[in-house]
């Protein structure tokens, strides 16, 4: 008799539900035969300007090293980033998006017999990462949709070895100040590493919203992460990274494959990761677009979280999942977020002006019928 190979595999891994992303443009064209010019996708959090022409000139450049394998030090980038955030080269590793490193921080830290502490209504990929290591995840009851801090500090126990915050949060776009943080982390055991995931942090533009990097000295067991994906325009290169300190940095870098991130992915960060021109038109079109669509759900009579990252998580007042497929049906695609325990809601991302309204006009549409 045959074995069953997957009852096997590790306990953890065989329990997780797998990452489900936004619904891709191709596919919605192919289900509602609608012309892929004329689909707007808002589901991703993708910056909408789409990749800067100093990373597209710099893949232009290095297109002929495709042969070459990467840098596995990924110098040139380690170098440009240590010289923006001020920081040691040796205290930044790098991952596939900071996906990678989150699960890099789980599997070098979690194991059965073991406790993490994050938020309800964070990022999935904290329970994903915990879940696979086989420790026990300690979900905190959200406070207005955010962290509670508080609650979160109280939660820890003597089993618990690590805790994820999310600063803005993905999907509720919530944020806690710099006091709010430094009064959690002076609560917070030497032991007990802390992951800041600043995926969104160059879309905040509040003078209360504290720079992780900064504290990285006063507490050893802050770990910051943050990412390409999102306001430097290449989420499909997968580009995201820790800052921590040199220890920490150097358990992880034996963990992390050495080639994790591609050459062509590294020349466009290192491009762009001095394009101010870029950032700044990208925070700017994403301020506006925030106001637009926020005041766009108010004037329909929709709540919404309101949000500091790059997109907008709405309560359409029933199940979410009509709003959707109605959406899908006008060529719009946004994000149901029930896997969030969240299923009267929907995240919107922002996008150009036009995509904006296109979103909102075909929401009113869809109001009307349902």
């Not at 596919?27 to 100093?54: F, H, M, T, W, Y």
Request: glycine share 8%; with cysteine; aromatic share 8%.
């Amino acid at each position: 008799m045959g074995c069953d190979l997957v009852e096997l595999a590790v306990s953890g891994v065989r329990s997780l539900s797998p990452y489900l992303p936004g619904k891709p443009v191709e596919e919605l064209a192919r289900e509602q035969g609608l012309d892929v010019n004329a689909i707007v996708k808002l589901a991703s959090n993708e910056n909408p300007l789409g990749p800067a022409p100093s990373s597209l000139d710099a893949i232009e450049r290095n297109l002929s090293e495709l042969a070459r394998y990467p840098d596995g030090n990924l110098f040139n980038l380690r170098d440009a980033l240590s010289q923006k955030l001020a920081v040691q080269p040796e205290q930044i590793t790098f991952g596939n998006g900071s996906n990678d490193v989150l699960v890099l921080l789980a599997q070098s830290w979690l194991k059965p017999g073991v406790s993490a502490v994050f938020s309800q209504y964070a990022f999935v990929v904290y329970s994903i990462a915990v879940k696979a290591a086989g420790a026990e995840s300690i979900v905190v009851p959200a406070r207005n949709w955010g962290h509670d801090l508080d609650a979160m500090a109280d939660a820890v126990r003597d089993d618990t070895r690590m805790i994820f915050l999310a600063n803005p949060n993905n999907p509720t776009g919530t944020a806690f100040s710099r006091d709010e943080l430094t009064g959690f982390l002076d609560k917070v055991r030497s032991d007990v590493i802390v992951v800041l995931d600043e995926a969104y942090f160059e879309y905040v533009q509040d003078e209360e919203y504290p720079d992780g990097i900064a504290l990285l000295k006063q507490y050893p067991n802050l770990v910051v992460t943050r990412t390409f994906s999102k306001a430097y325009g290449l989420a499909g290169s997968r580009v995201g990274y820790a800052v921590s300190s040199v220890e920490i940095a150097g358990l992880l870098n034996k963990l992390r494959q050495p080639f994790n991130v591609n050459n062509l992915a590294e020349c466009a960060a290192v491009a762009v990761l001095n394009d101010d021109e870029y950032l700044e038109r990208s925070r700017a079109v994403n301020k506006e677009g925030l106001q637009t669509v926020a005041a766009g759900l108010r004037a329909m009579g929709f709540e919404y979280i309101p949000s500091m990252g790059n997109f907008i998580t709405f309560d359409t007042g029933g199940d979410a999942l009509v709003y959707y497929q109605k959406l899908l049906e006008k060529g719009v695609i946004v994000r149901p977020v029930a896997n969030y325990g969240m299923p009267g809601h929907l995240r919107v991302s922002i996008g150009l002006s036009e995509e904006n309204e296109r979103f909102l006009q075909a929401l009113e549409e869809v109001k009307k019928v349902v």
